[in-house]
């Protein structure tokens, strides 16, 4: 063992295996990332919305427009129009969002509407919203205090909060608020009283000095259809009206959590992490052939032979296992950090036996080029015809190999949407290493195809796990074995 012991140490502390495990694990981490901090069963509406206050001065009465989208940020150059008895204010919005106009020579004592409405571009054609009318009682000189709910977070789309519009005495900011979120049951209310919301409040959000501000809850899917209701005390804890008078807002749901199928966590990790390794790992596996022993085994320097009496069957068996624990390790690490990644930020861990076929369908990639080089070692005689050898190998049977089935049943004539020609393609993929990953997510999804995905029974085609294990038993174990017999002779 102590030979294996030695090349294991060897290759893994060798600078460019350090350099590609880093790399491998890096990348695959940072996409399960990308894909599981973005990924959502929520849509997410894409209509601006304008929030509206007012405040007055005299016979003047300023509408304060704010223009938001869904997670309430300000959305500028979208004009709003203020209607009152049948003239039209209009003001385009600034960088922050808001839009405001100044009606004059309003009556006083009575009150008043303003029909509201606003104007944007939705693929380069203008888009008008419906009108809607907006309420105003010259008693109460300011709108105060406006909440909005259904906001979504921008960090989490599953969870939803609300934006707060202040608009006081003169268009001044907001003095010092509390906000009190509380769980509410919308069959009672009309009984529950603004003090036992606030005193029962699962979460409290001090704020001052804003006119416009979001506030996220910070729920979890255990909150998913809890109804919330939101109560506001200035600094003196006395309660403020919200646009309604009401002292009492009903916020509603603050979770949309689903729960996540396995289809749906197998699809992140075939769009992001599979891509990685089916890329990088065959690149670690031929260069690490190359440099390990088949620079060695073509200029006849092998270097563990001049060091300890061994033989060259030792030599290529404790070599291709020193190998294959630097895939196995950096197929295991991409695999293990993208599961916590994802169960992070999705809340769901993908299932063991996904896991161990995912982590099999990499090794046996990694392994199967491991070995096509370790048996190309000894069928050229000079380290530069195998270096080329070994480059080839990559731009075939990795980098191209997607294309040539494709190039070639596109040459014969056959219709991408026939049995001949599916059949082909999973043949192609069982003929080459890189396809064995196309085969384990056909398997999985029940889809196949590069351009154009199709869905078919996989066992019509013949992959089942059966024949995908014996494929890659075989891709991993002829080559090597051809290699190990040719090293064997030699001695």
Same mark, same amino acid.
């Given at each position: ?13 060798? $600078?460019?295996? &350090? ?11 940072? #996409? ?26 005299? =016979? ?6 704010? %223009? ?10 979208? @004009? ?7 003239? %039209? ?33 939705? %693929? ?33 789309? *599953? ?16 003095? =010092? ?43 979890? +899917? ?33 979770? #949309?959590?689903?729960?996540?199928? =396995? ?9 992001? @992490? ?20 088949? $620079? ?19 030599? &290529? ?14 197929? +295991?690490? *991409? ?53 080329? +050898? +070994? ?8 980098? %191209? ?18 049995? @001949? ?23 999985? @999804? ?26 890659? &038993? ?14 064997? $002779?030699?001695?």
């Amino acid at each position: 063992m102590r030979p294996i012991a030695y090349e294991i140490r060897r290759t893994l502390t060798s $600078k460019f295996v &350090i350099l590609m495990i880093v790399a491998i694990v890096g990348l695959a981490s940072l #996409l399960a990332y990308e894909n599981g901090s973005t990924f959502s069963t929520v849509n997410v509406p894409t209509t601006p919305e304008l929030t509206t206050g007012y405040y007055i001065n005299g =016979q003047n009465l300023t509408m304060v427009g704010y %223009f938001h989208d869904a997670y309430g940020n300000p959305i500028d150059h979208i @004009t709003a129009y203020y209607e009152y008895n049948n003239t %039209f204010y209009s003001s385009i919005a600034n960088k922050y969002g808001f839009a405001n106009a100044t009606i004059p020579s309003i009556p006083t004592g009575k009150p008043l509407t303003v029909l509201v409405n606003f104007t944007y571009e939705k %693929f380069r054609q203008p888009v008008s919203s419906t009108h809607s009318a907006f309420q105003i009682n010259p008693v109460n000189l300011f709108s105060g205090l406006t909440v909005v709910n259904e906001i979504f977070n921008p960090n989490n789309r *599953s969870n939803l909060g609300m934006l707060a519009l202040y608009v006081g005495p003169n268009g001044s900011a907001a003095p =010092q608020i509390t906000f009190y979120f509380s769980p509410i049951n919308l069959s009672k209310v009309s009984s529950t009283s603004p003090a036992s919301l606030k005193n029962n409040s699962t979460f409290s959000f001090p704020r001052s000095d804003f006119v416009e501000t979001t506030i996220f809850p910070k729920v979890t +899917a255990a909150d998913k259809g809890i109804y919330y209701s939101v109560v506001a005390t200035n600094a003196s804890g006395q309660f403020i009206g919200l646009s309604d008078s009401s002292p009492v807002g009903i916020i509603g749901p603050l979770s #949309l959590y689903t729960k996540l199928s =396995q289809s749906d966590l197998q699809s992140l990790v075939f769009s992001g @992490t599979s891509q990685i390794l089916g890329f990088l790992i065959p690149i670690l596996a031929i260069f690490a052939a190359y440099l390990t022993y088949g $620079k060695d085994r073509t200029t006849g320097v092998l270097e563990s032979v001049l060091k300890r009496p061994i033989t060259r069957g030792e030599i &290529i068996f404790s070599r291709f296992i020193s190998n294959s624990v630097a895939i196995i390790g950096a197929v +295991a690490l *991409s695999m293990l950090f993208s599961d916590l990644i994802i169960n992070h930020y999705l809340g769901s861990y993908l299932s063991a036996y996904f896991d161990a076929y995912f982590v099999w369908t990499y090794v046996v990639e990694g392994l199967s080029f491991l070995a096509l080089v370790y048996m190309f070692s000894h069928l050229v005689k000079s380290q530069g015809a195998l270096l080329g +050898a +070994a480059i080839a190998i990559f731009v075939v049977w990795d980098l %191209f190999w997607t294309i040539i089935p494709i190039a070639i049943l596109s040459a014969l004539g056959i219709g991408s949407s026939t049995n @001949t020609y599916l059949s082909a393609e999973v043949l192609f993929n069982y003929i080459s290493p890189a396809g064995y990953g196309s085969l384990v997510q056909t398997f999985f @999804t029940g889809k196949i195809g590069l351009i154009a995905s199709t869905s078919i029974n996989p066992a019509l085609f013949g992959i089942t796990a059966p024949l995908l294990i014996t494929a890659g &038993i075989l891709w991993m174990v002829v080559p090597f074995a051809i290699a190990y017999s040719f090293a064997v $002779k030699r001695d």
